[in-house]
Structures are given as structure tokens and as C-alpha cells.
């Protein structure tokens, strides 16, 4: 069974910083092909933040683009999400994200990131 535990959310003012976690359990490295980070804001969508293919290519939203960064330690079976610049805006519950060679995915139990200003 696949799991996925996150870690690191919390309560920040504006413009600190936070790292978050998430390490996936239950899946072996190679049947991974993208790991990465959703948010969803209360009245809103879920939308992705940042994501990391095996082969290391990051995709990110253009609101986190220069704040955030997403790394991974396959060794770890880890990614993170480094968030530095946080804007009252960037509260939300994060969730990171999954997804296998085989078009499953697998989602988190999501971490709240609150920005206050």
C-alpha cells in the first residue's frame, strides 16, 4: 500500500519561509515518475505548485516561480518543497502528489500553510 506522510507545515508571517516534506512508502523508486506538490486554498481548485520528474525536470506555477523550490532524494524516497518569500496568498493545505509509470496516483494527507500578514 502506498503511503504518503508530510511534514512541515505550520504558521509563518509574511515573507518567511517554511520546507515541507514527504516521504512516500510502499512504492519502489522506479515506479515512480513524478513526485510534486498540490495546494488547495479554501473556495478554490486544487492546483499544482511544483512538480519533479525521475529525470530531475521541474514544472512550477508562475506565482511560486523564484520562491519556491522543489527538490528530491530518491535515496530517501523524499521531495520537498522549499518556500521562501510566503505571501498572505500562499495559505492553503498542501498536498503532495505521485504519480507512476503505470498512471496511478497517490496523494497525501495534506499539511496546512498558513501566511499571516
Known amino acids: 500500500q502506498v503511503q504518503l506522510v508530510e511534514s512541515g507545515g505550520g504558521l509563518v508571517q509574511a515573507g518567511g519561509s517554511l520546507r515541507l516534506s514527504c516521504v512516500a512508502s510502499?512504492?519502489?523508486?522506479?515506479?515512480?515518475?513524478?513526485m510534486g506538490w498540490y495546494r488547495q486554498a479554501p473556495g478554490k481548485q486544487r492546483e499544482l505548485v511544483a512538480s519533479?520528474?525521475?529525470?530531475?525536470?521541474?514544472n512550477s506555477a508562475e506565482s511560486v516561480k523564484g520562491r519556491f523550490t522543489i527538490s528530491r532524494d530518491n535515496a530517501k524516497m523524499t521531495v520537498y518543497l522549499q518556500m521562501n518569500s510566503l505571501k498572505p496568498e500562499d495559505t492553503a493545505v498542501y498536498y503532495c502528489?505521485?504519480?507512476?509509470?503505470?498512471?496511478?496516483?497517490?496523494w497525501g494527507q495534506g499539511t496546512q500553510v498558513t501566511v499571516s500578514s
Open positions: 519533479v520528474t525521475n529525470g530531475g525536470r521541474t
Open positions: 502528489n505521485v504519480k507512476s509509470v503505470r498512471s496511478f496516483e497517490y
Open positions: 510502499g512504492i519502489g523508486l522506479f515506479s515512480i515518475y513524478n
